[in-house]
C-alpha cells in the first residue's frame, strides 16, 4: 500500500473583508483538492491541543502521528537536528531570526519590520550568522547556520525557561515587551544587542540597501528547547517513510523519525518554490519503494505571515495543480492500493498575519472511493460534514486504516 500526505502549511483561514468574506480555500481553483472531498472522507481535525501554541512545530508533529503533548520538547531542536548539530540531553536550544528591525540608538525602542529579513537568501545569511559566531560565541554557546532566515543558537549545559515571542507574531509592532526574559535571557540580550550593533553597516546588508532589499540587521531568538525523543515511524506504523519540505523544521521531525529527508532543486519555502519538483520527488520515492511520502509546502503560511492574499491563493491552486495531481495520477496508474490525505498544518489568516489553533479541514481519500458529495475543499464546507478529530495525532492511524 502506498501512502501520501500533502500538507498546505497555514492553507486553511478565515473569511477575508476583500474577498467578501470568504476565504482563500472559497476562491482559489483547486479541483484534486474537491475531488477527494466529495469522494473521501472528508471533515475537520483538531492539530493544536488545548494549552499549546498554534506552531508548525506542535501542528505537524500531530500529523505526522506524534502526539506533542508527549513527544514535544520544543521547536528548534528538531531544526537543530535538520542542520545535524549534535546536541546532548542537557543542551538547550534556541531559533534564532535574521530580522530587519527599524534602526534606532537602543534595540529595545525598535520596531518589528520584517520577520524575516525580506528572505534573505541561505548564501547571505551563512555569511552573517558565520560573521556573528565567530565575534560572540564564548564557551559552551555556538550559533549555527541553517538556511534563509532560519538559524539555531545551542547553549551547553543550560537550563530552560525563557520567555520569548515568535518574531512573526507581531510584524510592524514594537518590540517592547517582547525581548526575552527569565532563564538565560542576559546570554541571549547579549548577543541580540551586539547583532544589532554589528550587522547593520555589514557588507551584505550594504548590498541589501543598495538592492531596495531589507537588511537583516539584527537576530531573534525563540523556540527554546531541548533534544527531541521520537520514536521510530517504522516502529509505530511499520511503514519506511520519507519526508519532502524546504523548511528544516519539517526535514528535523522526519530525521528525529527516522525517515529519510529528500531535497528539491529549487524548493525554496516561499510562493516561488519548485512545485513540480516536489511531485517528481514524491513519486520518484515512491517508486523505489517508499510507503508513506509526506509533502510539506510552505507557500501559503508565508504568504498569510506576509499579508499577501493573490499569492496565497496562487500556492493553494499550485499545490493542487502541480503537486496533488501529479502524485494522484501515479497512485493510480501504480496498481497498488493507496491513501492520499490532504490538509493543512494549521490555519494562518491574513487578518492576522500568524498563526491560529482552529481546527483545520482534511480530505482522506483511498483508491476506489466514489464521488457522492456536492462539496469543495473549504473551511466551511468541512465543518458542514459534521465530521470532527479532536485528537489529530490519530489521522494517521486512521489513513493506515487501524483507526
Same mark, same amino acid.
Not at 500526505?5 to 483538492?33: C, Q, R, S, Y
Not at 560565541?137 to 532566515?149: D, H
Given at each position: 500500500?502506498?501512502? !501520501? ?14 474577498? $467578501? ?22 471533515? &475537520? ?24 503533548? +508527549? ?6 531542536? %528538531?531544526?537543530?537536528?535538520? &542542520? ?10 534556541? +531559533?534564532?531570526?535574521?530580522?530587519? %528591525? ?23 545569511a551563512r555569511e552573517l550568522i558565520t560573521f556573528l559566531d565567530k565575534a560572540l560565541s564564548s564557551e559552551g554557546v555556538r550559533l549555527y547556520p541553517g538556511f534563509s ?5 545551542? &547553549?551547553?549545559?543550560?537550563q530552560t525557561g525563557a520567555n520569548l515571542t515568535p518574531p512573526h507574531d507581531f510584524t510592524g509592532k514594537p518590540v517592547s515587551g517582547r525581548l526575552p526574559s527569565g ?6 540580550? +547579549? ?58 523544521? *519539517? ?34 520515492? &515512491?517508486? #523505489? ?5 509526506? *509533502? ?22 499550485? *499545490?493542487? !495543480? ?12 501504480? $496498481? ?29 481519500? #483511498? =483508491?476506489?472511493?466514489?464521488?457522492? =458529495? ?12 459534521? +465530521? ?7 489521522? *494517521? ?7
Amino acid at each position: 500500500m502506498k501512502l !501520501a500526505v500533502i500538507l498546505g502549511d497555514g492553507m486553511a483561514d478565515w473569511p477575508v473583508e476583500a474577498l $467578501g468574506g470568504k476565504t482563500p480555500l472559497d476562491v482559489a481553483n483547486h479541483p484534486m483538492m474537491d475531488k477527494l472531498a466529495q469522494a473521501g472522507e472528508f471533515g &475537520l481535525v483538531k492539530t493544536v491541543p488545548d494549552g499549546m501554541t498554534p506552531g508548525s512545530d506542535t501542528a505537524n508533529l500531530t500529523v505526522f502521528g506524534y502526539d506533542p503533548l +508527549r513527544y514535544y520538547s520544543g521547536r528548534s531542536p %528538531l531544526e537543530a537536528a535538520s &542542520l545535524g548539530i549534535p546536541l546532548t540531553e542537557r543542551d538547550v536550544t534556541y +531559533r534564532c531570526n535574521l530580522v530587519t %528591525l527599524s534602526q534606532e540608538t537602543d534595540i529595545a525602542n525598535a520596531t518589528m519590520v520584517d520577520y524575516s529579513a525580506g528572505e534573505i537568501s541561505t548564501e547571505e545569511a551563512r555569511e552573517l550568522i558565520t560573521f556573528l559566531d565567530k565575534a560572540l560565541s564564548s564557551e559552551g554557546v555556538r550559533l549555527y547556520p541553517g538556511f534563509s532566515y532560519r538559524h539555531c543558537l545551542v &547553549l551547553n549545559d543550560a537550563q530552560t525557561g525563557a520567555n520569548l515571542t515568535p518574531p512573526h507574531d507581531f510584524t510592524g509592532k514594537p518590540v517592547s515587551g517582547r525581548l526575552p526574559s527569565g532563564t538565560n535571557a542576559e546570554v541571549l540580550m +547579549r548577543w541580540m544587542n551586539e547583532a544589532y550593533r554589528l550587522l547593520s553597516d555589514h557588507p551584505v546588508n550594504r548590498a541589501r540597501r543598495h538592492a531596495g532589499k531589507n537588511p537583516a540587521n539584527a537576530i531573534w531568538f525563540w523556540g527554546e528547547g531541548r533534544k527531541p525523543a521520537l520514536t521510530s515511524f517504522f516502529e509505530k506504523t511499520g511503514l519506511h517513510g520519507a519526508v519532502i519540505s524546504a523548511v528544516d523544521l *519539517i526535514q528535523g521531525i522526519g530525521r528525529c523519525a527516522g525517515m529519510e529527508v529528500v531535497k528539491v532543486e529549487g524548493a525554496t519555502g516561499t510562493y516561488e518554490t519548485n512545485f513540480a519538483g516536489k511531485a517528481a520527488a514524491a513519486v520518484d520515492v &515512491l517508486a #523505489r519503494g517508499a510507503d508513506f511520502v509526506y *509533502i510539506h509546502v510552505e507557500a501559503a503560511d508565508e504568504c498569510g505571515h506576509h499579508g499577501q492574499l493573490k499569492e496565497k491563493i496562487y500556492s493553494i491552486e499550485q *499545490i493542487d !495543480a502541480q503537486i496533488l495531481g501529479p502524485v494522484y495520477a501515479y497512485m493510480e496508474r501504480c $496498481g497498488e492500493e493507496y491513501a492520499i490525505l490532504v490538509l493543512p498544518d494549521h490555519p494562518t489568516p491574513l487578518s492576522i498575519r500568524t498563526h491560529s489553533a482552529d481546527p483545520v479541514p482534511y480530505a482522506l481519500y #483511498r =483508491k476506489g472511493d466514489a464521488a457522492g =458529495k456536492r462539496i469543495r475543499y473549504t473551511e466551511s464546507d468541512a465543518k458542514s460534514t459534521g +465530521r470532527y478529530i479532536g485528537e489529530g495525532f490519530r489521522l *494517521i492511524d486512521r489513513m493506515i486504516g487501524r483507526g
